[in-house]
Protein backbone atom coordinates (compact mmCIF):
# COMPACT_ATOMS: atom_id res chain seq x y z
CA UNK A 1 0.00 0.00 0.00
CA UNK A 2 1.35 3.63 0.11
CA UNK A 3 1.04 6.21 2.73
CA UNK A 4 2.69 9.20 3.92
CA UNK A 5 6.68 8.82 5.69
CA UNK A 6 8.50 11.74 7.07
CA UNK A 7 12.31 11.46 6.79
CA UNK A 8 13.12 15.08 8.49
CA UNK A 9 12.09 18.66 8.25
CA UNK A 10 10.86 19.60 4.69
CA UNK A 11 11.04 15.99 3.15
CA UNK A 12 7.67 14.39 3.54
CA UNK A 13 7.08 11.60 0.57
CA UNK A 14 4.43 9.18 -0.42
CA UNK A 15 5.74 5.69 -0.49
CA UNK A 16 5.25 1.66 -0.86
CA UNK A 17 5.37 0.57 2.60
CA UNK A 18 4.11 -2.94 3.93
CA UNK A 19 0.14 -3.51 3.71
CA UNK A 20 -1.60 -2.67 6.59
CA UNK A 21 -2.58 -6.24 8.49
CA UNK A 22 -4.67 -7.46 11.37
CA UNK A 23 -1.91 -8.59 14.33
CA UNK A 24 -4.31 -9.06 17.41
CA UNK A 25 -7.50 -10.58 17.86
CA UNK A 26 -8.71 -6.56 18.60
CA UNK A 27 -7.39 -5.35 16.01
CA UNK A 28 -9.67 -3.85 12.91
CA UNK A 29 -8.30 -3.16 9.79
CA UNK A 30 -9.39 -0.04 8.27
CA UNK A 31 -9.23 1.40 4.48
CA UNK A 32 -9.45 4.96 4.68
CA UNK A 33 -11.50 7.48 3.08
CA UNK A 34 -10.61 10.60 3.91
CA UNK A 35 -7.42 12.15 6.20
CA UNK A 36 -5.66 15.46 6.65
CA UNK A 37 -2.73 17.42 7.45
CA UNK A 38 -2.51 18.81 11.16
CA UNK A 39 -1.21 21.70 12.53
CA UNK A 40 0.83 19.53 14.54
CA UNK A 41 1.99 17.78 11.86
CA UNK A 42 4.09 21.28 11.17
CA UNK A 43 5.88 21.04 14.15
CA UNK A 44 8.28 17.74 12.82
CA UNK A 45 7.78 19.47 9.24
CA UNK A 46 9.64 22.46 10.44
CA UNK A 47 12.46 20.73 12.99
CA UNK A 48 12.44 17.07 12.81
CA UNK A 49 16.31 16.09 12.20
CA UNK A 50 16.79 13.52 9.29
CA UNK A 51 15.85 9.77 10.03
CA UNK A 52 16.97 7.06 7.56
CA UNK A 53 13.38 5.15 8.60
CA UNK A 54 11.35 8.08 8.74
CA UNK A 55 7.79 8.46 10.19
CA UNK A 56 4.58 7.31 9.08
CA UNK A 57 2.17 10.54 9.46
CA UNK A 58 -1.75 11.40 9.91
CA UNK A 59 -3.44 11.18 13.11
CA UNK A 60 -7.06 12.33 11.64
CA UNK A 61 -9.29 9.84 9.48
CA UNK A 62 -12.21 8.14 8.48
CA UNK A 63 -12.10 5.10 6.73
CA UNK A 64 -14.06 1.56 6.06
CA UNK A 65 -13.96 -1.64 8.35
CA UNK A 66 -11.90 -4.11 5.77
CA UNK A 67 -11.53 -6.39 8.40
CA UNK A 68 -12.10 -7.27 12.20
CA UNK A 69 -9.65 -9.42 15.00
CA UNK A 70 -11.85 -12.26 16.37
CA UNK A 71 -12.47 -10.22 19.68
CA UNK A 72 -13.79 -7.20 18.21
CA UNK A 73 -17.57 -6.83 19.23
CA UNK A 74 -18.72 -2.85 18.17
CA UNK A 75 -17.48 -2.76 14.71
CA UNK A 76 -17.60 -4.76 11.56
CA UNK A 77 -16.61 -5.03 8.19
CA UNK A 78 -18.28 -2.30 6.02
CA UNK A 79 -18.57 -0.10 8.48
CA UNK A 80 -17.85 3.81 8.31
CA UNK A 81 -15.89 5.21 11.47
CA UNK A 82 -14.11 7.85 12.19
CA UNK A 83 -11.09 7.52 14.64
CA UNK A 84 -9.55 10.01 17.10
CA UNK A 85 -6.05 10.99 17.29
CA UNK A 86 -5.09 8.56 19.62
CA UNK A 87 -6.29 4.98 20.14
CA UNK A 88 -7.68 3.47 23.62
CA UNK A 89 -8.86 0.67 24.96
CA UNK A 90 -12.31 2.14 26.16
CA UNK A 91 -12.03 0.17 29.62
CA UNK A 92 -9.20 1.43 31.91
CA UNK A 93 -9.37 3.28 34.72
CA UNK A 94 -8.62 6.83 32.16
CA UNK A 95 -10.64 5.93 29.62
CA UNK A 96 -13.65 5.70 32.13
CA UNK A 97 -13.04 8.72 33.18
CA UNK A 98 -13.01 10.08 30.00
CA UNK A 99 -9.57 10.78 29.41
CA UNK A 100 -8.76 8.41 26.61
CA UNK A 101 -5.35 10.18 25.64
CA UNK A 102 -4.09 8.39 28.57
CA UNK A 103 -5.42 5.12 28.16
CA UNK A 104 -3.08 2.62 29.85
CA UNK A 105 -2.92 0.67 26.84
CA UNK A 106 -3.49 3.07 24.05
CA UNK A 107 -0.99 5.00 21.95
CA UNK A 108 -0.82 7.25 18.77
CA UNK A 109 -0.82 6.30 15.25
CA UNK A 110 2.23 6.51 12.75
CA UNK A 111 5.92 6.69 14.19
CA UNK A 112 8.06 3.91 13.33
CA UNK A 113 5.85 1.07 14.64
CA UNK A 114 2.27 1.53 13.55
CA UNK A 115 0.54 2.74 10.50
CA UNK A 116 -0.36 6.62 9.93
CA UNK A 117 -3.48 8.24 8.64
CA UNK A 118 -2.11 9.57 6.07
CA UNK A 119 -1.89 6.42 3.78
CA UNK A 120 -4.48 3.86 2.31
CA UNK A 121 -5.13 1.93 5.33
CA UNK A 122 -4.34 1.93 8.95
CA UNK A 123 -3.98 -1.80 11.47
CA UNK A 124 -6.43 0.08 14.25
CA UNK A 125 -4.92 -1.57 17.93
CA UNK A 126 -8.09 -1.81 20.40
CA UNK A 127 -10.52 -1.29 17.87
CA UNK A 128 -13.73 -1.35 19.99
CA UNK A 129 -12.44 0.97 22.25
CA UNK A 130 -10.97 3.17 19.52
CA UNK A 131 -13.74 3.45 16.48
CA UNK A 132 -17.16 5.36 16.69
CA UNK A 133 -19.11 4.02 13.36
CA UNK A 134 -20.34 6.80 11.49
CA UNK A 135 -24.65 6.97 10.37
CA UNK A 136 -23.87 7.58 6.99
CA UNK A 137 -21.88 7.06 3.58
CA UNK A 138 -18.30 7.61 2.96
CA UNK A 139 -19.02 10.39 0.67
CA UNK A 140 -21.60 12.52 2.66
CA UNK A 141 -21.70 15.95 2.52
CA UNK A 142 -20.92 16.13 6.03
CA UNK A 143 -17.58 14.23 5.95
CA UNK A 144 -15.49 17.40 5.89
CA UNK A 145 -17.53 18.72 9.66
CA UNK A 146 -17.58 14.67 10.67
CA UNK A 147 -13.20 14.72 9.89
CA UNK A 148 -12.71 17.51 12.32
CA UNK A 149 -14.34 15.54 15.24
CA UNK A 150 -11.04 13.17 14.97
CA UNK A 151 -9.19 16.23 15.95
CA UNK A 152 -9.78 19.75 15.97
CA UNK A 153 -13.00 20.57 16.93
CA UNK A 154 -12.39 17.87 19.73
CA UNK A 155 -9.45 19.70 20.53
CA UNK A 156 -11.25 23.53 20.15
CA UNK A 157 -13.45 21.44 22.50
CA UNK A 158 -11.20 21.17 25.04
CA UNK A 159 -9.57 24.10 24.99
CA UNK A 160 -12.72 25.38 25.87
CA UNK A 161 -14.08 23.61 28.61
CA UNK A 162 -10.28 23.44 30.37
CA UNK A 163 -10.29 27.03 30.38
CA UNK A 164 -13.97 27.00 32.04
CA UNK A 165 -16.21 28.41 28.84
CA UNK A 166 -19.63 28.84 30.14
CA UNK A 167 -22.85 31.40 29.81
CA UNK A 168 -21.81 35.25 29.67
CA UNK A 169 -18.11 34.29 30.22
CA UNK A 170 -15.65 36.93 28.17
CA UNK A 171 -13.34 34.12 26.22
CA UNK A 172 -10.30 34.64 24.07
CA UNK A 173 -8.71 32.21 21.87
CA UNK A 174 -5.28 32.61 20.68
CA UNK A 175 -4.42 31.44 17.44
CA UNK A 176 -6.38 31.68 14.70
CA UNK A 177 -5.33 27.97 13.08
CA UNK A 178 -8.13 25.30 12.61
CA UNK A 179 -7.99 24.39 15.93
CA UNK A 180 -8.37 28.24 17.12
CA UNK A 181 -11.12 28.34 14.64
CA UNK A 182 -13.02 25.53 16.08
CA UNK A 183 -12.35 27.30 19.45
CA UNK A 184 -14.36 29.84 18.85
CA UNK A 185 -17.03 27.38 17.68
CA UNK A 186 -17.15 25.67 20.72
CA UNK A 187 -16.94 29.30 23.12
CA UNK A 188 -19.79 30.04 21.39
CA UNK A 189 -21.38 26.75 21.38
CA UNK A 190 -20.88 26.41 25.16
CA UNK A 191 -22.65 30.32 25.78
CA UNK A 192 -19.78 32.44 25.71
CA UNK A 193 -20.84 36.19 25.39
CA UNK A 194 -17.72 37.69 24.06
CA UNK A 195 -15.08 36.05 21.86
CA UNK A 196 -12.12 37.72 21.26
CA UNK A 197 -9.58 36.30 18.19
CA UNK A 198 -6.24 36.78 17.94
CA UNK A 199 -4.98 36.30 14.66
CA UNK A 200 -3.75 38.64 11.87
CA UNK A 201 -4.36 36.32 8.79
CA UNK A 202 -7.07 37.46 6.99
CA UNK A 203 -8.68 34.25 5.66
CA UNK A 204 -8.84 32.97 8.86
CA UNK A 205 -9.90 36.01 10.74
CA UNK A 206 -13.22 36.10 8.51
CA UNK A 207 -13.85 32.28 9.50
CA UNK A 208 -13.60 33.37 13.26
CA UNK A 209 -15.99 36.29 12.35
CA UNK A 210 -18.43 33.68 10.94
CA UNK A 211 -17.95 31.16 13.48
CA UNK A 212 -18.35 33.17 16.33
CA UNK A 213 -15.72 35.82 17.02
CA UNK A 214 -16.66 39.28 18.55
CA UNK A 215 -13.64 40.92 18.55
CA UNK A 216 -10.42 40.77 16.49
CA UNK A 217 -6.96 41.74 17.81
CA UNK A 218 -4.15 41.29 15.61
CA UNK A 219 -1.67 42.91 17.47
CA UNK A 220 1.19 40.54 19.57
CA UNK A 221 3.01 40.59 22.74
CA UNK A 222 2.40 42.87 24.81
CA UNK A 223 0.29 45.33 22.53
CA UNK A 224 -2.11 42.29 22.25
CA UNK A 225 -2.12 42.17 25.95
CA UNK A 226 -3.22 45.82 26.03
CA UNK A 227 -5.50 45.51 23.35
CA UNK A 228 -7.35 42.43 25.03
CA UNK A 229 -7.66 44.47 28.18
CA UNK A 230 -8.80 47.50 26.38
CA UNK A 231 -11.70 45.15 25.47
CA UNK A 232 -12.59 43.42 28.34
CA UNK A 233 -12.70 47.20 30.70
CA UNK A 234 -9.44 46.47 31.76
CA UNK A 235 -9.95 43.20 33.59
CA UNK A 236 -8.79 40.65 31.16
CA UNK A 237 -10.69 37.64 29.53
CA UNK A 238 -12.35 35.13 32.01
CA UNK A 239 -11.43 32.05 29.61
CA UNK A 240 -8.39 31.50 27.42
CA UNK A 241 -7.91 28.93 24.62
CA UNK A 242 -3.97 28.82 24.13
CA UNK A 243 -3.99 27.20 20.50
CA UNK A 244 -0.66 27.70 19.07
CA UNK A 245 1.94 25.95 21.61
CA UNK A 246 5.26 28.53 21.05
CA UNK A 247 6.45 30.15 24.21
CA UNK A 248 5.08 33.65 23.28
CA UNK A 249 1.71 32.90 22.53
CA UNK A 250 1.28 31.28 25.96
CA UNK A 251 2.72 34.22 27.51
CA UNK A 252 0.05 36.31 25.67
CA UNK A 253 -2.69 33.49 27.03
CA UNK A 254 -1.34 33.84 30.66
CA UNK A 255 -1.21 37.84 30.02
CA UNK A 256 -4.15 38.22 29.00
CA UNK A 257 -6.45 35.79 31.58
CA UNK A 258 -8.46 38.03 34.35
CA UNK A 259 -7.94 36.85 38.15
CA UNK A 260 -9.48 33.95 39.06
CA UNK A 261 -9.78 32.94 34.78
CA UNK A 262 -8.67 29.80 33.54
CA UNK A 263 -6.31 29.01 30.44
CA UNK A 264 -6.64 25.70 28.19
CA UNK A 265 -3.93 24.60 26.71
CA UNK A 266 -4.04 22.40 23.88
CA UNK A 267 -1.07 23.74 21.46
CA UNK A 268 1.35 21.00 22.00
CA UNK A 269 4.14 23.19 24.06
CA UNK A 270 7.51 23.89 22.22
CA UNK A 271 9.03 25.12 25.16
CA UNK A 272 10.10 23.25 28.48
CA UNK A 273 9.57 25.49 31.59
CA UNK A 274 5.72 26.95 31.84
CA UNK A 275 6.80 30.75 31.71
CA UNK A 276 4.72 33.46 34.05
CA UNK A 277 4.64 31.27 37.25
CA UNK A 278 5.00 34.57 39.53
CA UNK A 279 2.43 36.58 37.89
CA UNK A 280 -0.34 33.59 36.90
CA UNK A 281 0.21 32.54 41.09
CA UNK A 282 -0.79 35.82 42.33
CA UNK A 283 -3.80 36.59 40.01
CA UNK A 284 -5.05 32.75 41.13
CA UNK A 285 -5.77 31.61 37.46
CA UNK A 286 -6.21 28.26 36.72
CA UNK A 287 -3.63 26.36 33.83
CA UNK A 288 -5.56 23.49 32.28
CA UNK A 289 -5.83 21.14 29.10
CA UNK A 290 -3.13 18.88 27.42
CA UNK A 291 -3.89 16.33 25.06
CA UNK A 292 -7.62 16.34 24.18
CA UNK A 293 -9.99 13.36 24.71
CA UNK A 294 -11.36 13.33 20.93
CA UNK A 295 -13.01 10.02 21.81
CA UNK A 296 -14.79 11.28 24.90
CA UNK A 297 -15.82 14.27 22.99
CA UNK A 298 -17.31 12.31 19.57
CA UNK A 299 -20.52 11.75 21.44
CA UNK A 300 -21.73 14.76 22.56
CA UNK A 301 -20.46 16.49 19.31
CA UNK A 302 -21.95 14.25 16.76
CA UNK A 303 -25.52 15.13 16.72
CA UNK A 304 -24.30 18.68 16.30
CA UNK A 305 -22.53 18.34 13.22
CA UNK A 306 -25.10 15.31 11.83
CA UNK A 307 -28.00 18.69 12.49
CA UNK A 308 -26.26 21.24 11.19
CA UNK A 309 -25.64 23.12 14.57
CA UNK A 310 -22.28 23.55 13.76
CA UNK A 311 -20.01 23.60 10.70
CA UNK A 312 -16.30 23.14 11.41
CA UNK A 313 -15.68 21.69 8.23
CA UNK A 314 -15.06 25.00 7.21
CA UNK A 315 -11.92 25.34 7.99
CA UNK A 316 -11.04 22.83 5.21
CA UNK A 317 -10.06 25.09 2.43
CA UNK A 318 -7.73 22.97 0.14
CA UNK A 319 -8.54 19.15 -0.95
CA UNK A 320 -5.67 16.89 -2.22
CA UNK A 321 -5.15 13.26 -3.39
CA UNK A 322 -2.65 11.38 -1.47
CA UNK A 323 -0.05 12.47 -4.20
CA UNK A 324 -0.68 15.77 -3.47
CA UNK A 325 0.59 15.57 0.47
CA UNK A 326 3.67 16.61 -0.24
CA UNK A 327 2.39 19.76 -1.39
CA UNK A 328 -0.31 19.89 1.52
CA UNK A 329 2.35 20.16 3.68
CA UNK A 330 3.88 22.76 1.91
CA UNK A 331 1.21 24.92 1.50
CA UNK A 332 0.34 24.92 5.42
CA UNK A 333 3.26 25.67 6.14
CA UNK A 334 3.59 28.66 4.28
CA UNK A 335 0.39 29.47 5.29
CA UNK A 336 -1.29 29.43 2.10
CA UNK A 337 -3.65 26.94 2.97
CA UNK A 338 -5.98 26.55 6.98
CA UNK A 339 -6.18 23.25 6.62
CA UNK A 340 -5.79 20.13 4.04
CA UNK A 341 -7.92 17.17 3.44
CA UNK A 342 -6.68 14.39 1.52
CA UNK A 343 -9.51 12.23 -0.05
CA UNK A 344 -8.93 8.71 -1.18
ZN1 LIG B 1 -7.92 2.88 28.41
Known sequence: MRATVMYGAGDVRVETVPDARIVERTDALVTVTRACICG???????????RETGNRMGHEFIGIVDAVGADVRTVKKGDLVMAPFAWSDGTCEFCRKGLQTSCLHGGWWGGTTLDGGQGEAVRIPQADGTLVVLPVGRDHTLMPSLLTLTDVMGTGHHAALSAKVGPGKITAVVGDGAVGLCGVIAARRLGAEQIIMLGRHADRIALAREFGATDIVSERGDAAIERVRDLTGGLGAHSVLECVGHRESTITALGIARPGGAVGRVGVPQYEDM??????????ITIAGGPAPVRAYMAELLPDVLEGRIQPG???????????????????????????????
Open 275 to 284: PAAIPTFFAN
Open 314 to 344: RVFDRITNLDGVPDGYRAMNAREAIKVMIKF
Open 40 to 50: SDLWPYQKMKH
